[in-house]
């Protein structure tokens, strides 16, 4: 398998975008003046990591790519000390973040990283449910706190009181301090966010190597079916969807709330009328929390909530009034899942023919279902609930700075990386303090528009989904499960990659993330607005999906992903639904069309374009 040279791609500048490094930080730079830094680089596999960033990073929103570099990698390496792997390096092609896990390949350091692990480790998963009691309490705090902090407006006079209470400190220095506070909370969010999820994760691929050791010619969905059917906090916000479907229809306002596209031309219907008003009440009680969910993955400005836009939850409801109306029934088919998950393990189960290795069996599999609760839950803490207000509080920062001139429109803010966002709100502060006109007035909107111009010239841009040397074989545990790459599907990505006319290809292959088979017609979505044009008995083809996107669950009948590994969130909603998945393609976006019928096999990871 062969992929490019990261220098070579790198060096191949698009015309127009000479000098986009400098929107990112320096360390992100594949490099040709560090000798060391450059053969390391070369000999390194990297892959492209779809599954979080399927549109080019805005300089500002590199902040959570930094923030999990940091995280997963200081528990894997200085804390947990994960005896195979240390952590995941990073690097930046014209905006897309390419990652290269970093293995232990000192046999004997992995001998000595076991015991630490084990002790450290241990002591997490026999606590667990005391220690992510208590990860609830700090990440509540964490959000409150997030919730009460004060992007301030700079007066043309202190209040009085700033004398006469000995105050001691203007409102300049709390623009400054409250900037670095908001930064901080994020960087303190997600250290929380992954104090359990390596475990959680290493949790899972424990029990998957001692079952594929046990029978080899297992098929990892079976593995991952038997730690399905649990209920979590991630899917909350859909069940909210659903019951204000089923009020709607018991209070007989479900013609008003599906006879309009908008939310307000809805909400302006159902005001006054019988029962309109007891529905909106209900609705407005579900949307805290649980409307606090990212329309996308919640990793960029542009993924706003529920809350900001609620056109969205709305076409939701409609889908499962419709469903309702039909006596279709709308709820998520736990008892069969379970029955099925129960099945499949006790067939195995009593395949095992010694009591020690069913033992360990026994524990590894009650382990793995004690995690998944939160694998899954974190999402809706951090990317979705946290996510949504610090983006909100983000561009409370972003209208001082249009109000001082430095940035023509609220959403430039995030064409600046967050160093330079404090360096412009000291040149604001200075300048209002002195009673000068800010020096950013005539630098940044300029940098912006160019910046603009090279945004877009990424977009137009196909990154290659693997480049550097493949290594003979994959074994990192998070490599596979999440992201899905393996040499398998390196193998694939390469097929299609040397094919010059997508037109041309008929099939694809990628993981077999929930089994099953059928056909249908093709439906390209990369958005949750995209979402909203899905028709009943669609397949859904994407870049990868979010906890959002659970209502379109309900009209298709099969899932294909870009990105993912059996783990990643397509593969488990499919599982959770009971309808064919393939995952990790690579290509699946960019080879198929709306409207192409499809054949996909969720048992052997086959896509085939039929039509």
């Known amino acids: 398998m062969k992929f490019p040279v990261p220098h070579d791609v790198k060096g191949k500048t698009i015309p127009g975008t000479e000098g986009w490094e400098r929107m ?6 594949f490099v040709s003046d560090d000798p060391q830094r450059n053969q390391y680089e070369k000999e390194t596999f990297w892959f492209y990591d779809g599954l979080h960033y399927p549109e080019p990073l805005y300089p500002f929103d590199t902040i959570w790519d930094e923030a999990w570099y940091l995280a997963l990698s200081q528990f894997n390496n200085r804390i947990f000390q994960v005896p195979p792997v240390r952590g995941v390096d990073h690097r930046i092609i014209n905006g897309y973040v390419y990652i290269s896990p970093v293995p232990v390949k000192d046999p004997e350091e992995i001998g000595r990283r076991v015991p630490n692990f084990m002790e450290r480790a241990g002591y997490y998963y026999k606590n667990w449910d005391e220690l992510e009691a208590k990860w609830k309490v700090k990440m509540e705090a964490t959000i409150a706190e997030l919730e009460a902090l004060q992007i301030p407006r700079l007066p043309e006079v202190e209040e009085l009181r700033v004398v006469t209470d000995g105050v001691g400190e203007s409102t300049g220095y709390h623009l400054i301090k409250n900037y670095d506070d908001l930064i901080n909370l994020g960087i303190k969010c997600w250290q929380y966010h992954f104090e359990f999820l390596n475990l959680g994760y290493a949790a899972y691929v424990f029990f998957m190597d001692f079952t594929q050791k046990l029978f080899p010619s297992i098929p990892l969905q079976r593995v991952t079916q038997m730690i399905s059917g649990i209920d979590v906090i991630m899917y909350k916000s859909d069940d909210e969807l659903k019951e204000l479907a089923k009020k709607a229809v018991a209070l007989e306002v479900d013609d008003i709330v599906t006879g309009h596209r908008d939310w307000a031309d809805v909400k302006a219907a159902l005001q006054g009328r019988r029962h309109g008003d007891e529905w909106l009440a209900a ?3 579900a949307r805290y929390p649980w409307f606090n969910i990212s329309s996308g993955t919640g990793w960029f400005h542009t993924d706003r909530s529920w809350n900001d836009n609620l056109n969205i939850p709305l076409d939701g409801i409609q889908t499962y009034i419709s469903k309702l109306r039909t006596g279709v029934t709308i709820d998520r088919p736990m008892e069969a899942v379970r029955a099925e998950r129960d099945r499949v393990t006790a067939e195995y189960r009593d395949l095992i023919d010694n009591d020690e ?10 382990c793995a279902r004690t995690v998944f609760p939160y694998v899954e839950n974190h999402l809706f803490y951090v990317e979705h609930w946290f996510h949504s207000v610090f983006w909100n509080k983000m561009r409370e920062v972003a209208a001082v700075m249009q109000e001082h001139g430095l940035i023509a429109e609220i959403e430039d803010i995030w064409y ?9 709100l000291w040149d604001i502060v200075t ?15 300029a940098e912006i528009e160019w910046r603009k111009g090279v945004m877009q010239k990424f977009r137009e841009w196909a990154p290659p989904p693997a480049i550097g040397i493949a290594p003979e074989v994959i074994q990192e545990p998070f490599t596979i499960v999440l992201w899905g790459v393996t040499n398998s599907s390196l193998s694939a990505w390469a097929s299609v990659q040397d094919v010059a006319d997508p037109d041309s290809i008929t099939e694809m292959k990628g993981f077999p993330a929930s089994a099953g088979i059928v056909e249908g017609k093709a439906r390209v979505c990369r958005s949750a607005e995209d979402i909203r044009d899905l028709l009943e008995g669609e397949i859904l083809v994407a870049p990868t999906t979010s906890p959002s996107w659970a209502p379109a669950f309900a009209k298709i009948k099969a899932c294909i992903t870009d990105v993912g590994g059996v783990m990643s969130h397509a593969a488990i909603v499919c599982r959770e639904y009971g309808m064919p998945a393939v995952v990790g393609t690579g290509h699946s976006t960019r080879v198929i069309k709306t409207g192409m019928t499809l054949r996909v096999d969720g048992s052997s990871g086959i896509v085939t374009i039929v039509q």
């Open 24 to 29: 990112y930080p320096y360390q992100y730079q």
């Open 283 to 285: 609705f407005e009680k």
């Open 357 to 366: 290795d069913r033992k360990q069996f026994d524990e590894l599999l009650g």
């Open 416 to 424: 600046l990386r967050r160093d330079e966002i404090k360096q412009a």
């Open 431 to 445: 300048a209002w303090a002195t009673g000068v006109t800010p020096r950013g007035t005539a630098t940044w909107p």
